[in-house]
């Protein structure tokens, strides 16, 4: 809220507004910052809650429905769910299409 990009009522379909726990960058086996778009499917289980056996999360979105994801990248425009557009992982996003969830594991 700081930063003037709030949870808003009127989020857009698309916007994730909750989801299984953001796994944080600490070993073992979690590097959000570390995976990428098209990565394999073990290499992508870094950047995955540690729910499920890392092989997905549930998403909540705006217009309330729910999805299971492969990746974090279901954010708008293929955003990072768990990390901001400038590369943290608890931080407030920069911008009004910059997603992230929050807390992350400690």
């Known amino acids: 809220m700081a930063t ?7 989020a857009a379909a698309d916007w994730p507004v909750a989801a ?3 796994p944080g960058v600490h070993a073992p086996y979690s ?6 778009p098209g990565v394999s499917s073990s290499a992508m289980k870094q950047g995955l809650s540690r729910n499920h056996e890392r092989d997905g999360m549930n ?3 705006g ?3 729910v999805a299971w994801q492969k990746d974090p990248f279901c954010g708008p425009k293929g955003d990072n769910i768990y990390s901001t557009a400038d590369g943290l992982v608890a931080g407030s996003p920069t ?5 992230i969830l929050l807390p992350a594991v400690k």
């Open 63 to 65: 217009d309330g429905h």
């Open 20 to 22: 299984d726990l953001n």
């Open 31 to 36: 590097d959000v910052l570390a995976v990428r």
């Open 59 to 61: 998403v909540l979105f």
């Open 4 to 10: 003037g990009y709030p949870l808003k009522q009127s």
């Open 95 to 99: 911008s009004g299409s910059d997603a």
